[in-house]
């Protein structure tokens, strides 16, 4: 989608009109499926995994024709991966469904709940957070993601997916329609604005009142317009300057592998890693192997002075290394990219970390148990891996069975987001006939 940044111009009238209808027709179905009990939400998702299971075919032909324009258009290799949606990966969506309708039901769990002095019992309880709205670009599982995490957690959601994936969204939603209306739920429970385009997204952030809580999920650009023009409250989702620290303690023989799995595993994604610390006292002997097996993955090198010297030296056979700028430790490639850079301690590579990270995940390679607990505790990330790939932080990974996206933030709700995310609280007080003197 085009991100709908410096978007100060007032909505178009007509299209907040429609958009706050469609929240409010959303709200409504979302009272009737708040009256639904976890089995009856459990064979409603059933249903959605079987009928994405029988339309595969279809949502992947859609998703062909939003592929080929998206690449004549000259999108980069890794957004037409996370564009892509063909048969494989609709099943896996739909898998990711039925997962999900296997998971604990989190509404009307008990957070807490006491006696007070006077005999009044008090409650704090999960319930659904109301009606959802979703903007993000080129991530059509989102759409399934989405819908089943709503569906069991009580919530209803409009979605705006944008216009590089508007043709696999509307066939995935046509079949979750489909199966809503089949089990007797309105078709409002899970709907899109995106025939309204840009506008539809904009409207979303003025449908104060007729939408709850608004969640960006894509580029920092689409992200931080979200962020600064809504005025629904939102849960920000950050883009990924996702960082590896080698320290002089590290295992080398382990950080190799989880260099190259996270950094090109999938390259197009939040939690790949955009930036590589080594200690100095390990740079001389790391490094070149480091950086052989990055040019054998075709990653591209921007190394800071030292450790271009030290790679230049080494002498490998297709590197393609390049000086670092200022600005590379503030970007997230999302691409075949990677910077480098040699500090001389621990204190370092945590102060670097914490002033260029986005605040998503970042991975300490080491065996010295002070420097892990040290790291561990300074780094101010949502998630930390200590001698494992950034790849792991993903909802389905963490056994959500999907995620409504990766929280960088610090209210609410932090790291991957499922169910109970999905949740705010009420309390109930259980009287007896008590006043207050």
Request: negative net charge; charged residues 25%.
């Amino acid at each position: 989608m085009t991100n709908p940044q410096n978007q100060t111009a007032a909505v178009n009238a007509d299209v907040l009109e429609a958009v706050c209808g469609m929240g409010d027709a959303a709200r409504r179905a979302q009272a009737r499926l708040s009256q639904s009990n976890t089995a009856a939400k459990n064979r409603l998702l059933e249903a959605v995994a079987d009928a994405l299971d029988a339309h595969a075919d279809a949502i992947a032909r859609a998703n062909a024709l939003d592929m080929s324009e998206a690449a004549e258009h000259g999108m980069d290799a890794g957004k037409l991966d996370r564009l892509k949606f063909d048969v494989p990966r609709v099943k896996a969506t739909a898998q990711g469904v039925r997962h999900v309708a296997s998971l604990p039901d989190p509404v009307g769990e008990v957070v807490r709940g006491y006696h007070l002095e006077n005999g009044l019992r008090l409650q704090q309880v999960r319930v659904p957070i109301g009606v959802l709205g979703m903007i993000y670009e080129a991530r059509p599982n989102v759409t399934v993601d989405v819908a089943s995490l709503c569906v069991k957690s009580g919530n209803a959601v409009l979605l705006r997916g944008g216009h590089a994936a508007e043709r696999t969204n509307a066939a995935t939603l046509h079949v979750i329609g489909d199966t809503l209306a089949r089990h007797g739920y309105d078709r409002a429970l899970i709907a899109s604005v995106d025939e309204y385009g840009r506008e539809g997204a904009t409207a979303m952030m003025e449908a104060r009142g007729h939408i709850d809580v608004l969640i960006p999920r894509g580029g920092a650009g689409l992200i931080q317009a979200v962020v600064r023009n809504s005025k629904v409250p939102v849960i920000e989702t950050g883009a990924g300057n996702v960082h590896i620290y080698v320290d002089r303690s590290g295992d080398l023989d382990k950080a190799i592998p989880i260099l190259i799995n996270a950094k090109t595993q999938r390259v197009g994604v939040c939690n790949a890693a955009e930036k590589l610390l080594v200690h100095k006292d390990v740079a001389e002997r790391f490094l070149p192997v480091a950086a052989e097996a990055l040019a054998k993955a075709g990653v591209e090198m921007h190394a800071d002075e030292r450790a271009y010297g030290i790679i230049a030296k080494a002498g490998i056979e297709g590197a393609n290394l390049v000086a670092a700028t200022d600005g590379d430790w503030d970007t997230e490639y999302l691409a075949l990219k990677i910077g480098i850079k040699v500090v001389d301690s621990l204190d370092e590579a945590i102060e670097h970390i914490n002033r260029h990270s986005t605040g998503h995940t970042e991975s300490i390679i080491a065996e010295d148990y002070s420097a892990v607990e040290e790291f561990t505790a300074r780094i101010d990330s949502a998630v930390v891996m200590v001698n494992a790939s950034t790849r792991f932080t993903d909802g389905g990974v963490f056994g959500f069975g999907a995620e409504l996206g990766i929280s960088t933030q610090k209210m609410h709700a932090r790291g991957p987001m499922g169910l109970r995310e999905m949740t705010t609280t009420k309390w109930i007080g259980y009287g007896t006939g008590q006043v207050r003197a």
